[in-house]
């Protein structure tokens, strides 16, 4: 603890609003670890607090905004990364991020990620997977592996989960990584290199959730579960995106899998309106009709 004017201060206060702790999150969650790695990787970023914003959805991830001492905005549910791009062309200025969880981005939220992806809005999003949602009872979620136990699915989940980094790998991102929340340094500067990098950025924060799906799913406190976690991960930098499915029998694989670069969408705009449209197809290429 610092001391400061006679009071003792936590060395993050100067982003947190105090007037709004404790938090809501329960112990042993993930969240906590992946909000505190965020807040770190602002202050590292060396940019002025007065050019971030953040931007978040509805569930437990989601109340991160409301505990940031920056411009934040709690928005409705499944539709933080649409108000973020919204937020991004009024203001191209400001660095914009979003923090949330996978029930929220990739389920009524998926449509939205896709075509932000593809299009290279300049956003960083951050995606807290705890496998369900738990703010409103621990139901299935999008990210929920096969097999495991929800209230809505208490037989086991028959569904496949969506690998997130190679969805947001095939749809475009120039940044794709994931981290444990366990991992806070490696997650920290993943989320420092995310921000300033120009592009759609995802980094993935696998995080535990004990007393919702962890209880049903019998793995033991919290401690246990993230030790659990942590036994049955493994780093594999770059490998391809398609190979980082969560699946039983196979550890979890960790890493930064893309970083790349290409035109942003704020960039493309001018482009396209010097030039007065479309350039496809490339007139000088000759191609055959279909009558021969």
């Known amino acids: 603890m610092n001391q400061k004017e006679g009071l003792y201060r936590h060395p993050k206060d100067d982003l947190l609003r105090e007037d ?47 505990y940031l001492k920056i411009d ?22 400001l660095n914009v991020f979003v923090f949330s969880g996978e029930g929220d981005l990739f389920a009524i939220g998926g449509n939205h990620f896709i075509h932000a992806a593809r299009r290279n809005v300049d956003l960083t999003v951050i995606c807290v997977n705890n496998m369900n949602y738990g703010m409103t009872g ?24 969506l690998n997130l980094p190679s969805l947001a ?14 991992d806070v340094r490696r997650l920290t500067q993943s989320i420092q290199e995310a921000l300033v990098k120009p592009g759609f950025s995802f980094v993935e924060v696998i995080g535990p959730c004990p007393v919702a799906f962890g209880r049903r799913n019998r793995l033991g406190s919290p ?10 991960s493994v780093i594999r930098n770059n490998v391809h995106p398609d190979e980082t499915i969560i699946e039983e029998g196979k ?14 969408f704020l960039e493309t705009l001018p482009k396209i309106s010097t030039e007065g ?7 000088g290429i000759v191609t055959e009709s279909r009558d021969g």
Request: charged residues 15%; proline residues 7%.
């Open 20 to 66: 709004r702790i404790p938090h809501i999150w329960c112990a042993g969650c993930g969240i906590g670890s992946a909000f505190s790695a965020c807040i770190t990787a602002l202050q590292k970023a060396g940019i002025d607090y007065d050019r971030f914003a953040i931007v978040s959805g509805i569930g437990c991830s989601g109340r991160g905004a409301g």
């Open 72 to 93: 934040s905005f709690h928005t409705t549910h499944g539709r933080a990364i649409p108000f973020a791009t919204g937020l991004k062309l009024a203001k191209p200025e």
């Open 138 to 161: 621990g139901q299935v979620s999008a990210n929920t592996p096969f097999g495991a136990k929800t209230t809505t699915t208490p037989y086991g989940n028959p569904e496949i989960p």
């Open 169 to 182: 790998a095939a749809c475009g991102a120039v940044y794709v990584a994931r981290w444990l929340s366990l």
């Open 223 to 232: 401690l246990e579960m993230i030790k659990l976690y942590n036994e049955n």
């Open 251 to 264: 550890k979890m694989v960790l890493g930064k899998f893309v970083d790349i670069q290409r035109p942003t």
């Open 277 to 283: 449209g479309t350039t496809w197809p490339d007139k």
